[in-house]
């Protein structure tokens, strides 16, 4: 379960999708989903200070993706796939009805084709005479 | 063989907004005919295992439509609204309501479909609008989301 306040609940969505705008965020993200790791930890593939990196987490913390918990003076961050859930489920159901929807379509426009292009070959002999 | 659809997926003030581009190897004429043509509609409506039982569809701008999608096992998937915009062979537009128990079977959404023509292919632009956003969805009863759920599964 993700806990919102009710100022955050109406923008969920928006963060969610905020967060996940941004390539760094995406692979700090694939990072956390092999485990917890420090700031330090998180930071140290990419070609930037630490600052900058903090500044990501952020993003990743207000949309709900990461839990900080502090141990002495090192944060350490958890992956939170809560909202990644939410809105994964909420875009596949309608992305995958509408994908097979124009599925069928273009099934139904290839078929049509063919038939097309078959009846002009039955027609070719004729147009001859 | 058409080429991949681009998904894309927005927010604005009414809701989320879901767009599809996909490119279909086929005259703009032929593609506007599969959606405006009650007959051909029938042959592709629904995904690949269903049927479309009820398909009573006959664009005229304010005219209303309803499409009953059936899964093999009979169960039925109506949909219904109201056409908007109807401009062949450019765009076809619609209300775009499910029926259903949930508090969200009624919700009120907007699907626009735009057509270019590519030198003999066709791009077809899906916008749907106004669709409910992550906090009406955490909402829906378990009868309306998982019956949209099962749907998608079939696909």
């Known amino acids: 379960m993700v806990k919102y306040s009710a100022s955050e609940a109406d923008s969920t969505l928006d963060l969610t999708f905020q967060a996940l705008a941004d390539p760094t965020r995406r692979a700090i993200l694939g990072r956390l989903a092999e485990g917890e790791a420090t700031a330090g930890e998180l930071a140290a593939p990419f070609e930037m200070s630490l600052p900058a990196v903090s500044k990501h987490l952020k993003v990743l913390e207000k949309a709900g993706f990461l839990i900080r918990a502090r141990d002495g003076r090192v944060h350490r961050c958890n992956l939170d796939a809560g909202p990644m859930q939410a809105a994964s489920d909420w875009i596949s159901t309608y992305r995958n009805f509408w994908e097979g929807q124009l599925g069928s379509l273009a099934r139904y426009l290839e078929t049509e084709q063919k038939k097309k292009k078959e009846e002009d070959k039955k027609n070719e002999p004729s147009s001859n005479d | 063989m058409s080429q991949a659809a681009t998904i894309e997926i927005e927010r604005n003030d009414e809701g989320c907004v879901l767009e599809i581009e996909h490119v279909f190897k086929a005259t703009i004429e032929d593609v506007y005919a599969a959606w405006s043509d009650p007959k051909r509609l029938a042959k592709w409506w629904g995904p690949q295992g269903m049927t479309c039982p009820v398909c009573d569809w006959d664009p005229a701008p304010g005219g209303t439509w309803r499409t009953c999608m059936q899964s093999p096992t009979g169960k039925q998937y109506c949909v219904g609204g109201k056409f908007t915009d109807v401009a062949p062979p450019t765009r076809l537009a619609f209300t ?60």
């Open chain 2, 96 to 155: 775009w309501m499910w029926e259903g128990e949930g508090p969200n079977g009624g919700v009120d959404t907007h699907v626009t479909i735009d057509l270019q023509d590519l030198d003999g292919m066709t791009r077809l632009k899906l916008t749907h609008t106004r669709l409910p956003d992550e906090e009406s969805a955490k909402n829906h009863s378990d009868g309306w989301t998982s019956s949209f759920i099962d749907l998608a599964e079939i696909l």
